[in-house]
């Protein structure tokens, strides 16, 4: 079985960073596209930023310029920097990643359990 583990969420001002981190682990053969989601009170899951295995990334237009996802291959883990924080990206933020079992070629999607992300003075 295999985990993603998030942390670095909290509580932070308008126009403040916070550092978000998902560490995989478990039966792991090779990661492939790792994420970020967030879903805010009476919103649908959207995505907020991707990242491949070879480091091509994508980013929800809301985010652009101030949000920056990242991954260490060697630790399986993923980061997301977020910078000039607004209102309006309070959510719960989840990690994602698409993965490959020890043993096995099926492609298989986890997710984390979320991390709360508040902005608010």
């Known amino acids: 079985q295999v985990q993603l583990v998030e942390s670095g969420g909290g509580l932070v001002q308008p126009g403040g960073s916070l550092r978000l981190s998902c560490a995989a682990s478990?039966?792991?053969?090779?990661?492939?596209?790792m994420g970020w989601y967030r879903q805010a009170p009476g919103k649908q899951r959207e995505l907020v930023a991707a990242?491949?295995?070879?480091?091509?990334?994508n980013y929800a237009d809301s985010v652009k310029g101030r949000f920056t996802i990242s991954r260490d291959n060697a630790k399986n883990t993923v980061y997301l920097q977020m910078n000039s924080l607004k209102p309006e990206d309070t959510a719960v933020y989840y990690c994602?990643?698409?993965?490959?079992?020890?043993?096995?070629?099926?492609?298989?999607?986890?997710w984390g359990q979320g991390t709360q992300v508040t902005v608010s003075s």
């Open positions: 994602n990643a698409d993965l490959k079992h020890s043993g096995s070629l099926r492609l298989v999607n986890y």
């Open positions: 478990g039966s792991i053969f090779s990661i492939y596209t």
């Open positions: 990242v491949t295995s070879a480091g091509s990334t």
